[in-house]
């Protein structure tokens, strides 16, 4: 049979009645230590936990068993009174042999049985650790929400990219390949806009964008300079509030270039970026990389390494150099450069070069204006003596043609290529430093027709 006990905490309360296997649980909770006081029902006193449980509860006390030894009597037949005193003694004797029934010790009233109260640390440490936990997966997902974000980025970049590393228009003689981190974007990807690209790159970890364009060069505007005005009048087009930070020059494959720093806002950003512009012949090459201000040092190295990966062939150039070779010893009253103005403006249009001597006639005639009164005085002054040693019928053969040809009239292919001989010798024959005056004038006035729509 189970024993019920009763237990003591130090402020007096008591908890019970209660058996062994709940003082064990109490004490595995920490409810109650090994010292506390613990009475079991029956016994003397209390007695400290730790005992209690020692024993298992069974305390052993010596127990004086009373017996009272009734010696038998030869009587048959005692009287009442004897039998009622034989009777009482055993009575006693029964009652001695049963082990003494102890009150409980007071120790204030009982009271019903309840858990004792938990230690409070055993729910404090617990809610704090639990609570250190959340707050650090907290604050590591707060610190890593800029990382999430940009791999996402990232990964939305790389869904448009295209599995070449490198870009080539032989027409152009145009090559680049992709430096490391850059990679190659599909011509319909929503990234940026740019439909009249013909390369568009990425940098994903750094969030940049490069679009490589080429145009034909518009009439007369030789100076890179005027290119890169355009390269930047294009994209503020599409990028409002973009402003120039400065200028200066750069190479592409060894061709001269000029490039601007330039920077704008887009959404809350800042942004900055980079234009370069370079020509080969009468192709005009701009390269636009741009991406977040806060990766101004990365993005520059980037833009370098990109602009370095681009290889020019020089193929329109070398065309125009073989041209003007072939036609500058007829046309010795031009400049090397006006020669080459003449031949790229012929060979972008798709014309053919081997008449320039009589075209560049014309050119110079429709530029004309541009020289000042003193200039053109002087110009007419050396062509009188160009003239001069032509007698009469040839000089008035000569400027009959020369009529016609600025006229754009068809005349013969002998008489173009015998007047053509005549000037020729006229220009030769003339005083170097004279000849070199009227090629200053003439380009002048090339440069002016050249440029007219």
């Given at each position: 049979?189970?024993?019920?006990?009763?237990?003591r905490?130090p402020?007096?309360?008591?908890?019970?009645?209660?058996?062994?296997?709940?003082?064990?649980?109490?004490?595995?909770?920490?409810?109650?230590?090994?010292?506390t006081?613990v009475?079991?029902?029956?016994?003397?006193?209390?007695?400290?936990?730790s005992?209690?449980l020692e024993?298992g509860g069974?305390r052993?006390?010596l127990?004086?068993?009373?017996?009272?030894?009734?010696?038998?009597?030869?009587?048959?037949?005692?009287?009442?009174e004897?039998?009622?005193?034989?009777?009482?003694?055993?009575?006693?004797?029964?009652?001695?042999k049963?082990?003494?029934?102890?009150?409980?010790?007071?120790?204030?009233p009982?009271?019903?049985?309840?858990r004792?109260?938990?230690?409070?640390?055993?729910?404090?440490?617990?809610?704090?650790l639990l609570?250190a936990?959340?707050?650090?997966?907290?604050?590591?997902w707060?610190?890593?929400?800029?990382?999430?974000?940009?791999?996402?980025?990232?990964?939305?970049?790389?869904?448009?990219?295209?599995p070449?590393?490198?870009?080539?228009?032989?027409?152009?003689g145009?090559?680049v390949?992709?430096?490391?981190?850059?990679?190659?974007l599909?011509?319909?990807?929503?990234?940026f806009?740019?439909?009249?690209?013909?390369?568009?790159l990425a940098?994903?970890?750094?969030?940049?964008?490069?679009?490589?364009?080429?145009?034909?060069?518009?009439?007369?505007?030789p100076?890179?300079?005027?290119?890169?005005d355009?390269?930047l009048?294009?994209?503020?087009?599409l990028?409002p509030?973009l402003?120039?930070?400065?200028r200066?020059?750069?190479?592409?494959?060894?061709?001269?270039?000029?490039k601007?720093?330039?920077?704008w806002?887009?959404?809350?950003?800042e942004m900055?970026?980079?234009?370069?512009v370079?020509?080969d012949?009468?192709?005009?090459?701009?390269?636009?990389a741009?991406?977040?201000?806060?990766n101004?040092?990365a993005?520059?190295?980037?833009?370098?390494?990109?602009?370095?990966?681009?290889?020019?062939?020089?193929?329109a150039?070398?065309?125009?150099?073989?041209?003007a070779?072939?036609?500058?010893?007829e046309?010795?009253?031009l400049s090397?450069?006006?020669?080459?103005?003449?031949?790229?403006?012929?060979?972008a249009?798709?014309?053919?070069?081997d008449?320039l001597?009589?075209a560049?006639?014309?050119?110079?005639?429709?530029?004309?204006?541009?020289?000042?009164?003193?200039?053109?005085?002087e110009m007419?002054?050396?062509?009188?003596?160009v003239?001069?040693?032509?007698?009469?019928?040839?000089?008035?053969r000569?400027?009959a043609?020369?009529?016609?040809v600025?006229?754009g009239?068809?005349?013969?292919?002998?008489?173009?290529?015998a007047?053509?001989?005549?000037?020729?010798?006229?220009?030769?024959?003339?005083?170097?430093?004279?000849?070199?005056r009227?090629?200053?004038?003439?380009?002048?006035?090339?440069?002016?027709?050249?440029a007219?729509?």
């Open positions: 049979m189970a024993h019920s006990y009763t237990v905490m402020d007096g309360k008591e908890y019970g009645p209660a058996d062994l296997e709940a003082l064990r649980a109490w004490q595995a909770e920490g409810r109650i230590g090994p010292d006081l009475w079991r029902e029956g016994e003397s006193d209390w007695r400290p936990l005992q209690v024993t069974v052993t006390e127990v004086i068993e009373e017996t009272v030894t009734v010696a038998p009597r030869p009587s048959p037949a005692p009287a009442p004897a039998a009622a005193s034989a009777e009482a003694g055993k009575v006693l004797e029964r009652t001695a049963q082990p003494a029934v102890r009150p409980r010790p007071a120790a204030g009982v009271r019903t049985a309840r004792p109260r938990p230690s409070p640390w055993r729910i404090v440490v617990p809610l704090v609570a936990v959340l707050g650090g997966a907290l604050l590591w707060k610190l890593s929400q800029p990382a999430r974000d940009r791999q996402r980025a990232e990964a939305e970049i790389r869904r448009y990219a295209l070449d590393r490198a870009f080539a228009e032989e027409a152009l145009l090559r390949e992709a430096p490391p981190g850059w990679i190659l599909r011509p319909d990807n929503p990234l806009h740019a439909p009249e690209a013909r390369l568009r940098q994903p970890a750094l969030s940049a964008f490069a679009r490589l364009s080429t145009q034909r060069r518009p009439r007369g505007a100076s890179l300079d005027a290119a890169l355009r390269a009048a294009d994209w503020r087009l990028t509030g402003q120039e930070e400065g200066s020059d750069a190479s592409v494959s060894g061709t001269p270039a000029r601007a720093a330039v920077t806002s887009a959404d809350g950003q900055r970026g980079t234009a370069a370079w020509r012949g009468w192709n005009e090459c701009a390269l636009l741009w991406g977040p201000a806060a101004a040092p993005l520059n190295t980037a833009t370098d390494a990109l602009v370095s990966h681009v290889r020019m062939a020089g193929t150039a070398a065309k125009i150099r073989a041209a070779d072939a036609v500058a010893p046309a010795p009253e090397r450069a006006s020669v080459e103005a003449i031949v790229e403006s012929r060979l249009a798709g014309e053919p070069t008449d001597p009589q560049s006639i014309r050119v110079v005639s429709r530029g004309l204006r541009a020289l000042s009164s003193v200039e053109s005085q007419g002054q050396i062509y009188a003596q003239y001069k040693p032509l007698k009469e019928k040839e000089r008035a000569l400027a043609w020369l009529s016609r600025r006229a009239a068809a005349v013969a292919p002998e008489e173009g290529q007047m053509r001989q005549a000037l020729r010798d006229g220009f030769l024959a003339l005083p170097e430093d004279i000849r070199a009227l090629q200053v004038l003439n380009e002048k006035a090339v440069t002016a027709a050249l007219q729509p």
